[in-house]
């Protein structure tokens, strides 16, 4: 065995493993999307996509990804920050990050409670003085839920590239007479952009394609791709046109995976 | 190398393991045979005392599995892993069984308690002559609504009640294309059944207004609001609007005029069977009237069962709202097959109606 197949060999199984479950499936869902009901190769599908409620259905779904990450960032940044900056910083992350190790489905179940005409926070409002509403099936509700459910995977990645941000760097910008939003928007905020940029990797995929929470919570008064796809699949049976839509969430994640992608170049911090 | 050995013989046991899994799930019940009998059926749906008496009577060991929807049920079939003995799908779904040859005939010799069915439930349209199917529940599709909560007045004997201005954010929708399209078909006087893109068109631009009183669209989390006093009106099953009244006796349930959806649950023998004789047996023992009465209870569904009926509490069998009489069961409809492109139509029009939400 020649020392170059040597150092190559290590990858062999990772490769079997990469063809087996990631590419042969993508291959799959590529494939059915040219098949109509009667299994038949065509492009109907994906006229079909372009001439029907798909578009507009893509556009909602990206609508609402982009607020649930812009909300899930706006608290999860400053959030990581003061991390950083408390005693036990671990201890903390860790209590934020318990409960992400709850099934996201019993998560979403609590919230109906929560939320509901006779929940907690009725409760409340009843006792200031309010009258009780029904939340749920809103979209306020459904953002809420969302962002809440991201919010740990979010926090950790910016926490990452802010717990080894060199601090000399801050003390520095600071001696120089920058001042402390300068510091921020100069200095902190570029040198953690890609624990950011993950961040919004981890937030904005999963949301477009989120299917049962906008059922549970919203009611489908939020329509996403994913509900589009499970509809497809499980009522219609058109396994052809539920791959179609398929195929359109797994480009716009790979053009997502793209724009945030961390570039190599550079190598500082 | 080693890393490299070990690695791939993870992968590879990885495989296997999956392999196994999948082999064991799907042959769970290949014990099938003589003194076997596996009952696949949907979850709570009948009395457990019963199938330990038709143990009792009969020396047969039932196996008894449950599913969730009649699409799962119907892919376990297809593979044809499980030797299911006596399965339970809806009516749409014994019509593509015996499309697809998934089906054994019945033997009506072997199953004499056949009489105690009803006729009017027999040699029905999705299976005529009851070659493959005996109905073992029924029920409508209908308005379960608060009269707490909604304005005085409102019957929903007519599906136009829903339309009520009175009723703006308070009415919630079952999540499904059949029914909700269904519904709106019914409500512009057409049948639910329809294969005509106008009629569709209409149905669903008609929807289309009562986006306003929508407070959602969603599955089984309906019924605990409704117990709740959370939810003033939804569109739902019989048999779930009677598991709502039994626990919240404000609510009530009603079928609107114009007509609606009759719904079957039927006995079938799986081509999958591996005792036919025990298959019949155990349906011949739901159809005793003792047994049949005993289970309709326990269930709490409208049963087709003439003689069980007889023996049950006259007040039960007598509620117009879950045994309709002959007169208002003329304008229900019962879901005919669609085929896949009709289907895939309806579901297209369903979702246009809830992007408009």
Not at chain 1, 72 to 77: E, K, M, Q, R
Not at chain 1, 173 to 190: C, E, K, M, Q, Y
Not at chain 2, 6 to 12: F, G, K, P, Q, T
Not at chain 2, 48 to 61: C, N, R, S, V, W
Request: proline share 5%; charged share 15%.
């Amino acid at each position: 065995m020649s020392a170059k197949s040597r150092s190559r060999a290590p990858i062999v199984p990772y490769a079997v493993w990469m063809v087996l479950f990631v590419i042969a499936p993508i291959a799959l869902v590529l494939y059915y999307s040219f098949l109509d009901l009667d299994r038949h190769f065509t492009l109907a599908n994906y006229r079909n996509f372009f001439s029907s409620a798909y578009l507009t259905m893509t556009l909602t779904s990206f609508w609402y990804a982009a607020i649930i990450t812009f909300f899930t960032l706006l608290i999860s940044y400053p959030t990581a920050y003061l991390l950083t900056r408390t005693k036990h910083k671990n201890l903390w992350l860790i209590l934020i990050i318990i409960p992400s190790w709850i099934n996201l489905l019993l998560k979403t179940y609590a919230f109906i409670g929560i939320l509901g005409l006779h929940g907690p926070i009725n409760a409340l409002l009843e006792t200031l003085g309010f009258d009780p509403t029904q939340m749920l099936f809103t979209d306020f509700s459904f953002i809420l839920v969302v962002v809440y459910i991201f919010i740990p995977f979010m926090i950790l990645p910016i926490f990452g590239s802010l717990d080894k941000l060199d601090r000399s760097l801050v003390y520095a910008a600071r001696d120089l007479g920058a001042s402390g939003w300068d510091t921020f928007r100069r200095v902190i905020f570029p040198l953690t952009i890609s624990g950011v940029k993950s961040g919004i990797q981890v937030t904005f995929i999963p949301a477009l394609s989120l299917f049962m929470i906008t059922r549970l919570i919203a009611g489908n008064k939020v329509i996403t791709l994913g509900t589009a796809i499970e509809e497809q699949f499980l009522v219609a049976d058109n396994w052809g046109m539920g791959s179609t839509i398929a195929v359109f969430l797994i480009l716009v994640m790979v053009l997502i995976m793209m724009a945030t992608g961390t570039s190599r170049k550079g190598g500082r911090a | 190398m080693k890393s490299l050995i070990r690695s791939s013989i993870a992968v590879l046991v990885a495989c296997a393991l999956l392999f196994y899994a999948s082999y064991t799930l799907n042959a769970t019940s290949n014990a099938g045979g003589a003194g076997v009998i596996t009952v696949y059926n949907w979850g709570e749906y009948i009395d457990p005392d019963l199938i330990t008496q038709f143990e009792e009577e009969t020396g047969i060991h039932v196996i008894y599995e449950t599913f969730d929807s009649n699409e799962a049920m119907l892919t376990k079939i297809q593979q044809g892993g499980s030797a299911y003995d006596v399965a339970v799908p809806s009516e749409y779904m014994v019509e593509k069984m015996a499309e697809e040859g998934l089906l054994l005939p019945l033997d009506p010799s072997k199953i004499p308690n056949l009489a105690h069915i009803d006729p009017y439930f027999l040699n029905l349209p999705f299976d005529p002559g009851n070659r493959y199917s005996i109905p073992y529940f029924w029920g409508t599709l209908g308005i379960v609504y608060n009269p707490n909560l909604v304005p005085e007045g409102l019957t929903f004997d007519s599906w136009q009640d829903l339309w009520d201005p009175a009723l703006k954010q308070k009415v919630f929708l079952y999540d499904g294309a059949r029914e909700v399209v269904g519904m709106g078909l019914n409500s512009i006087g057409e049948s639910l059944n329809v294969k005509d893109e106008a009629l569709l068109r209409r149905a669903t631009d008609h929807l289309k207004t009562l986006v306003p009183n929508i407070k959602g669209v969603i599955g089984d989390e309906i019924t605990p609001l409704m117990v709740n006093n959370e939810a003033a009106v939804a569109l739902t099953f019989s048999g779930q609007a009677a598991d709502m009244m039994a626990e919240n006796e404000d609510l009530e349930y009603s079928v609107p005029r114009e007509g609606s959806n009759l719904w079957f649950d039927n006995f079938v023998i799986p081509k999958t069977s591996k005792n036919i004789e025990g298959a019949h047996a155990f349906i011949n023992f739901m159809l005793d009237a003792e047994v049949g009465a005993q289970n309709a209870d326990y269930v709490g569904y409208s049963t087709p069962n003439a003689a069980a009926m007889e023996l049950m509490d006259e007040e039960v069998v007598t509620d117009e709202r879950f045994y309709p009489t002959g007169e208002q069961r003329k304008n229900l409809e019962v879901y005919q097959n669609l085929g896949p492109e009709w289907m895939g139509k309806y579901s297209e029009y369903f979702m246009e109606f809830k992007m408009a939400l």
